[in-house]
């Protein structure tokens, strides 16, 4: 390599995007030397050097960007995903508690222990909330009663963190139960056959989250650890950068989750399903009609990632598992497009069309996709809040390019 390098080439030595290597000299961590008529800026090869020696050595000083959250737990590819060098197609059939404890580091004998809190605050507290609640406004409000009542809730150890993430999920899953089968308890008529009964036990967190969704559900337990598993983390989504943020910060566990909860309430995050549950449902009733309108306007929910360019395996894998027994007007419609929307426009078909089929299929409550995907990402978010309490503390600060009126 030359002492001159171009844009490209320094962010390929830094291991960087090219839009961070803009930021850095916009910021005035690197000068170029020139700028080249039609081939862009060029940098001394020294400075770049220097400034990778520096992004590699400092620590305590530093100042998070998309670029320096170095994580060891979960990996995304072009049409692969893995926990901790796990693929995830390994990973099916597996508890999602089993998942869970890989993706934290706290497993065996230092599992998170679930302490007893009163059953009635959760229950109670979903009673005072209006009726047509939404199921992720309950999440929020169950973390809150999950945290209040944990005495050990401003212990900042992973084991703490990690006994917060379980206790918050098992709570999450009795708003879940409030929301969509009954208050705190599957109503009648919601449990397909021989889907497991809860045991009112004095507290959320009385046995693994699977059992307690099905029963909700009316959905098959090994169903619903799938799509737990395959949800339990995706790297730094919007939602884990923001757990990862207030820990930072010096949050609480409980904080934490409700940080990644807040930025996970949206219609292109968690809520994605719902979206695409709606174009879904038209889309059976008329595929040809769906496709055709997708051609000429654009994807539709459900369709095209900003990772998965080759296929989505969270998606393959649930459409393995749900299609097989759906109506064949499901799973026509869903291959019709899968198969021509790829092919002629690149589009994936991602895990919220997924969700969407497994809604349908199921005949579930419209939220029910949604309110799987939150719960499952519990797992990721205590994750990253673990990984993030080894980093120094207040490292997530963006420095705003101020385009206001200035002062005269």
């Known amino acids: 390599m030359s002492g001159e390098i171009t844009t490209a080439q320094v962010a390929d030595y830094l291991g960087v995007k090219t839009q961070t290597v803009y930021a850095y000299v916009s910021r005035g961590v690197l000068s170029p030397l020139r700028r080249e008529p039609g081939a862009g800026s060029v940098f001394a090869l020294a400075d770049v050097q220097a400034l990778g020696a520096g992004r590699s050595g400092r620590r305590a000083s530093s100042r998070a960007t998309s670029d320096d959250v170095r994580t060891a737990i979960t990996q995304v590819g072009a049409g692969t995903l893995s926990y901790r060098g796990h693929d995830v197609h390994d990973l099916v059939g597996l508890p999602f508690e089993e998942v869970r404890d890989l993706l934290t580091g706290v497993g065996g004998e230092s599992a998170p222990t679930v302490p007893a809190s009163p059953r009635g605050s959760v229950d109670a507290v979903m009673a005072a909330l ?17 945290g209040a009542g944990d005495l050990g809730r ?7 963190f990690a006994t ?3 206790r918050s999920a098992a709570a999450m899953a009795a708003a879940v139960g409030a929301a969509l089968g009954g208050a705190g308890e599957a ?6 056959a021989g889907a497991p009964t809860r045991d009112r036990g004095d507290g959320p967190g009385d046995g693994a989250l699977a059992p307690v969704l099905a ?10 650890d799938l799509a737990l598993v395959l949800l339990a983390d995706h790297d730094l989504a919007v939602s884990t950068t ?17 940080a990644g909860l807040a930025a996970a309430d949206s219609p292109v995050h968690v809520g994605a399903s719902v979206q695409a549950l709606d174009w879904l449902r038209g889309a059976v009733q008329d595929p040809r009609g769906a496709l055709a309108a997708a051609l000429a306007e654009g994807p539709p929910p459900g369709f095209g990632h900003v990772v998965y360019t080759e296929v989505d395996p969270r998606a393959r894998l649930l459409l393995d598992r749900v299609l097989p027994g759906a109506g064949d007007d499901l799973a026509d419609a869903v291959a019709l497009l899968e198969g021509e929307l790829a092919e002629r426009r690149g589009w994936v078909l991602n895990v919220d069309l997924a969700l ?3 809604v349908l299929a199921h005949d579930l409550p419209r939220e029910a996709g949604s309110a799987v995907f939150a719960c499952a990402r519990t797992a990721g978010w205590t994750a990253h809040a673990i990984e993030e309490l080894a980093e120094p503390g207040m490292r997530f600060r963006l420095r705003g390019v101020y385009t206001g009126p200035r002062r005269g």
Do not use: F, N
């Not at 209006?130 to 999950?146: E, Q, S, W």
């Not at 401003?154 to 703490?160: F, I, K, M, Q, V």
């Open 356 to 358: 969407a089929a497994l």
């Open 242 to 258: 923001a757990v990862r943020v207030a820990v930072s910060a010096g949050a609480d566990g409980y904080s934490a989750l409700l």
């Open 164 to 166: 917060a993430g379980a």
């Open 130 to 146: 209006p009726p047509g609640t939404r199921v992720l406004d309950r999440c929020k409000h169950a973390v809150l009663v999950a």
């Open 187 to 192: 109503g009648e008529g919601t449990r397909g």
């Open 154 to 160: 401003h212990d900042r150890s992973p084991g703490a």
């Open 215 to 224: 029963s909700y559900l009316g959905l098959p337990v090994d169903l619903v």
